[in-house]
């Protein structure tokens, strides 16, 4: 399954957030973004807990490593985005960080900042990926398109890059390839004005991301070619790295391979398609315990399960079996379909 679908999972049922609507009035304007969740006000209400210098610390690292917008001078607001990073990045809660962020919202708006303001959007951007990961695609999608709109108008590069993480996989999780292909298209270009005058190593890994999602959808289009072209240059990219251990160049080099393996499985070239599903276990092997890695190795054994399955059934079983064992022992995403693909093998 490509990394573009494999986000997706069993999510709990919650009661739908409000969606957009045209109202101008102050109400209006917070509406779309009411109605998140149903929260314990004294629960809602806690920013960070903590006492003395722990206290202190935690908000010392919240403000250095999560900043808020520096036009925003309300402390009060301040104090609210501070909370909402506490729950998206350390003690990770999207239904109470969304709260927060809405709260924050609120006053952002009774301060007088307008729709269209960097401090809004990067707000309404938080929202909405909080909203995301409560299950709530419908509604993220909503308020991305959106916050969206608004980066292209004001050419805000950084905000299209962004936004793509988010709205990219939920166009291509609804079948909306089109539209991802649109999105993902403007993030690259996007990032590679930002390359000109930035963190240049950094912003190559967020563009190599982006293509790679790009590859991904025209994969799922059926447009192999063009999937496998973009793949081979983004593994161009990699191999011409050093190595410096487990980094994001190197969890995107075993998900290309995994991912050039699909797409040779999909273009009837299975022995190709076996021996980059090798060539990305040698990868993930070597970094045993770290998540995306046990992850990434749990899909390739599964796929190597799939190909095995028509000509050698027994070895396809073991495959299987192994991915079922890592997909366990590391909380890894997919163990229902191994367990329906063992359950197929002996039915």
């Not at 709990?12 to 998140?36: E, V």
């Not at 990045?89 to 109470?96: L, T, Y």
């Not at 799939?306 to 073991?318: F, G, K, M, W, Y």
Request: net charge neutral; glycine share 8%.
């Amino acid at each position: 399954m490509f990394r573009s679908l494999q986000r997706l999972g069993l999510r709990q049922c919650r009661r739908s957030i409000s969606t957009f609507h045209i109202d101008n009035s102050f109400r209006g304007k917070l509406q779309p973004y009411l109605g998140a969740i149903t929260l314990v006000s004294t629960v809602a209400g806690s920013v960070v807990v903590g006492v003395g210098g722990l206290y202190l610390l935690i908000n010392r690292h919240l403000d250095e490593k999560y900043p808020s917008p520096p036009e925003i001078s309300n402390k009060e607001t301040r104090r609210l985005l501070r909370g909402a990073a506490l729950r998206e990045h350390i003690a990770p809660n999207p239904s109470i960080a969304y709260v927060f962020l809405l709260r924050a919202l609120t006053q952002l708006y009774k301060d007088g900042f307008a729709e269209h303001s960097p401090a809004v959007q990067e707000t309404v951007l938080r929202l909405a990926t909080a909203a995301d990961k409560m299950g709530e695609g419908q509604a993220a999608e909503q308020m991305l398109q959106g916050v969206w709109d608004h980066a292209i108008a004001d050419k805000r590069d950084s905000m299209l890059a962004r936004a793509s993480r988010v709205l990219g996989p939920l166009l291509t999780a609804r079948g909306a390839y089109d539209e991802a292909v649109g999105v993902y298209g403007v993030a690259v270009q996007a990032l590679k004005r930002l390359e000109a005058g930035g963190d240049v190593d950094a912003l190559r890994l967020d563009t190599a991301n982006v293509v790679t999602s790009l590859a991904e959808v025209f994969a799922l289009k059926g447009d192999c070619p063009s999937a496998e072209a973009l793949l081979s240059g983004v593994l161009v990219d990699i191999r011409g790295r050093p190595a410096e251990g487990v980094d994001g160049w190197t969890c995107l080099d075993a998900v290309v391979m995994l991912d050039l393996a699909q797409v040779c499985e999909k273009t009837e070239r299975p022995g190709e398609s076996a021996a980059w599903a090798n060539s990305a276990l040698k990868v993930t092997r070597g970094h045993r315990g770290v998540w995306a890695c046990d992850n990434c190795e749990t899909h390739t054994l599964f796929h190597l399960g799939r190909l095995a399955e028509a000509s050698d059934r027994d070895t396809a079983h073991v495959f299987y079996s192994r991915a079922l064992d890592l997909a366990r022992s590391s909380n890894t995403g997919n163990i229902e379909e191994i367990k329906a693909s063992i359950k197929k093998l002996h039915d």
